[in-house]
């Protein structure tokens, strides 16, 4: 991924393709193939949320009761599961790559067709992101406040960026810092079954 007189180069094995921020359009050659589309559209809308003040991050995300939960982790920490486990009245967002809107003084989680292992695409919702959780597994389910230099390094480590490129790898950072100095984070150890959400919310 590369920047060359005012277009966005990006470029894989199984695709090219530009992308035009200015007049946010571009184009794309590619293999039959939905992962390189998948890629495609990840790499782009990193682009277009960094200077907006968003981010997409490794995580699972829903709604329940109008407010969004995003559950962030490594692979294997249980974003697939936490989002399996989630109550019928629960909207599923993602369960694999969460997108992160800022909008005024808020942040919102909308639903992105990038599907994890449940293979399901999110749902077209919006809403303000309530909290956010950093996923383990144990025996037993706790929640646990994290102290916001930790939290900010998890979520640094798990946020999507593709470009090297200083001024917007800055403003990704901001947009981090900000996000935690709005949005509460916790650590949400969790034992796979359904009781976890009574404790989410």
């Keep these: 991924v590369w920047s060359e007189h005012g277009l966005w ?3 894989r094995g199984d695709f090219r393709a530009e992308w035009n921020p200015r007049e946010g359009r571009g ?3 590619q293999l039959l193939s939905p992962y390189a589309i998948d890629s495609v559209l990840r790499i782009v809308h990193t682009l277009i949320q960094a200077p907006a003040g968003g981010f997409l991050l490794h995580g699972a995300s829903a709604i ?3 407010r969004a939960f995003l559950f962030s982790g490594v692979s294997g920490a249980g974003k697939t599961t936490i989002s399996s486990l989630a109550p019928p009245d629960s909207i599923l967002l993602t369960d694999e790559i969460s997108y992160v809107r800022r909008e005024g ?3 919102l989680a909308c639903g992105t067709p990038f599907a994890g292992e449940l293979a399901r695409l999110g749902e077209n919702a919006v809403a303000p992101i309530e909290r956010l959780f950093f996923l383990a597994k144990g025996p037993e389910n706790r929640i646990e406040p994290i ?3 930790d939290a900010l390094r998890m979520l640094l480590r798990n946020i999507l960026f593709f470009a090297d490129d200083a001024s917007l790898i800055e ?3 901001r947009s981090a810092c900000d996000f935690l100095g709005r949005v509460p984070a ?3 150890t969790f034992y796979p079954d359904e009781r976890v959400w009574e404790l989410i919310g």
Excluded: C, K, S, W
Aim: aromatic share 14%.
């Design 9 to 11: 180069h990006l470029e």
């Design 27 to 29: 184009q794309v050659v």
């Design 64 to 66: 329940r009761h109008g």
């Design 105 to 107: 003084e808020r942040y």
């Design 147 to 149: 102290e916001t230099a």
């Design 171 to 173: 403003m990704v950072f």
């Design 186 to 188: 916790f650590r949400l």
